[in-house]
């Protein structure tokens, strides 16, 4: 009964696949493809024992898919699995149209994804950033690396992260201080939830506008909100700093 499984019981038509076909058909090494299945990203394979397993079109198709959205759209791993674990389940179809919609009129506000790229290695260099701490901001989900040509690059939208991390190692949140870019973790924490909350009380309020009036409302505000992000994040460390007195 609780013997593994032998070859003989695999469905090769079903599951065509082994490991070594996944990598080489996506180019990818058989510790990539683990990382995205022990992350959830990629369904498990059919297991005929400890350390064999096959798989189907379905696996080859999710692998490529974020290799696709990775370096096109440069997405996190982070907001890849949330994609793929229905985020957007709570919107309505309505509400879905409505986002659909409001896109590409924001391109000017949050940008569209570029696709231009920079040298990882000359930002590491120029910024005092370690390659270690680079993988930590990747593991968070703030940026993603891709490489080209053998070089490691990430998308020139999100160069502004090393380049932050770096000042502030430069300001003084050393590492024998016990700083770590983990640290940074409560912020994208924080923020992750804020949109979620944000796109919960917005979008059902919006959701009978043509989706250019939507696109103008929010355009307006945005920046607005973001200002009063910083403000009143400053403005809370006065007060707890006031009451000390």
Not at 82 to 103: C, W
Not at 165 to 194: H, K, N, P
Request: proline share 4%.
């Amino acid at each position: 009964m609780g013997a593994a499984m032998t070859r003989t019981d695999v469905d090769r038509e079903r599951y065509p696949y082994r490991m070594r076909d996944l990598c080489e058909q996506t180019g990818l090494d058989r510790q990539t493809i683990h990382f995205y299945i022990q992350q959830g990203l990629v369904p498990e394979g059919f297991k005929t024992g400890r350390n064999m397993a096959y798989y189907g079109p379905e696996h080859l198709d999710r692998i490529r898919l974020i290799r696709k959205l990775q370096h096109e759209r440069f997405l996190p791993l982070k907001a890849i699995k949330a994609m793929f674990d229905g985020r957007d389940d709570s919107f309505t179809p309505e509400q879905r149209t409505l986002l659909a919609d409001v896109r590409p009129h924001l391109a000017a506000v949050v940008g569209e994804g570029d696709t231009e790229t920079v040298a990882v290695a000359a930002l590491l260099v120029a910024h005092g950033v370690t390659k270690r701490e680079l993988r930590k901001m990747e593991e968070l989900g703030l940026l993603t690396t891709i490489t080209q040509d053998g070089e490691l690059r990430v998308a020139a939208q999100d160069a502004w992260m090393i380049e932050l991390w770096g000042q502030l190692r430069a300001a003084g949140l050393s590492r024998e201080l016990g700083f770590e870019v983990d640290d940074i973790a409560i912020y994208e924490e924080a923020i992750s939830d804020l949109l979620d909350r944000e796109l919960a009380l917005l979008t059902p309020r919006l959701a009978h506008l043509p989706g250019d009036q939507a696109a103008a409302l929010v355009e307006r505000a945005l920046p607005l909100i973001s200002s009063f992000l910083v403000r009143y994040h400053l403005t809370k460390v006065r007060n707890f700093f006031a009451v000390l007195d």
